[in-house]
C-alpha cells in the first residue's frame, strides 16, 4: 500500500510564499505522474500541477508563473513552490501519485490546509 504524507501548509499573507511537500512511501519515480490538486470549502477538487516521470510539468492558468512543481527522487519527495500566494488559493492541498499499469491506480494523501490572509 502507497503512503503520502503532505506537510508544509500553514497561514501566510497575500503576496508570500510557502513549500509544500509529499513524501512517499516508495520510490516517486515509479509513478507516472505526480500531482498536486486542492480544494477550497464548497468547491470541486481541481488540478494544480503535474509532474511526469519524464520530468514534464503542467499547471493550471490560475497558478502557472507562481507555483513551481518538482521530485526528489533519491528521498521520494515532491514539492509545491508556492510563491505570490493570494486569497483564492486558500484550500487544501493534496498530494496524488498516478500508475498506469493497463489500469490506472490512484493513490492520495491527506491534505494540509493553506490559508492565504488579505
Known amino acids: 500500500q502507497v503512503q503520502l504524507v503532505e506537510s508544509g501548509g500553514g497561514v501566510v499573507q497575500a503576496g508570500g510564499s510557502l513549500r509544500l511537500s509529499c513524501a512517499a512511501s516508495?520510490?516517486?519515480?515509479?509513478?507516472?505522474?505526480m500531482n498536486w490538486y486542492r480544494q477550497a470549502p464548497g468547491k470541486q477538487r481541481d488540478l494544480v500541477a503535474t509532474i511526469s516521470s519524464s520530468g514534464g510539468t503542467n499547471y493550471a492558468v490560475s497558478v502557472k508563473g507562481r507555483f513551481t512543481i518538482s521530485t526528489d527522487n533519491a528521498k521520494n519527495t515532491v514539492y509545491l513552490q508556492m510563491n505570490s500566494l493570494k486569497p483564492e488559493d486558500t484550500a487544501v492541498y493534496f498530494c496524488?501519485?498516478?500508475?498506469?499499469?493497463?489500469?490506472?491506480?490512484?493513490?492520495w494523501g491527506q491534505g494540509t490546509q493553506v490559508t492565504v490572509s488579505s
Open positions: 516508495r520510490s516517486t519515480a515509479s509513478f507516472n505522474f
Open positions: 496524488n501519485a498516478v500508475r498506469l499499469r493497463g489500469i490506472r491506480d490512484d493513490y
